[in-house]
């Protein structure tokens, strides 16, 4: 019945069947059955962006994903863009490995130390300033790291 939900072996069955007519682009009534869109147009009608997938290095803390960030920031040309809930806040150096400014050796290492303690932060700040960050750096012809640990926003 039309509207009726298909199981997946109906669906290749009705697919195979359309494939083998003489014209499998339109129905007997000359109504269109497949109709062919790029990949852009499907975007372009769902609102979705065509911003590339961001590489994440995520792990617990103290592994040494900073370290590992630094060594592919310097080979691939990246800029790290930390996720970590307690690197945000100012003033919170102990115990959130938080990278000295010795350990990034001049590297670009965005949103940390940018909120103050007092401050109410939430994920869905953090989502609007880590898109401006990471668009930011495409903007210059680089890539984004995300760097995090197991509490990462």
Known sequence: MAGDRLEEEAMRAL????????????CPHGRPTVIHISRNELDLKFGRSKKPL????????????TAVALELADRLNLEIVSCDSRQ????LDIGTGKPT???LRGHPYHLIDFVE?????SAARYRV????VIDNIFARGKLPLVVGGPDSI
């Open 15 to 26: 697919f195979q069947n359309l494939m083998a007519a003489e014209n499998p682009y339109v």
């Open 54 to 65: 961001i590489p994440a290095l995520v792990g617990p803390t103290a592994i040494g994903k």
């Open 88 to 91: 945000i806040y100012r003033h």
């Open 101 to 103: 400014r010795e350990e």
């Open 117 to 121: 303690l007092t401050d109410v932060f």
């Open 129 to 132: 300033e880590a898109e401006k």
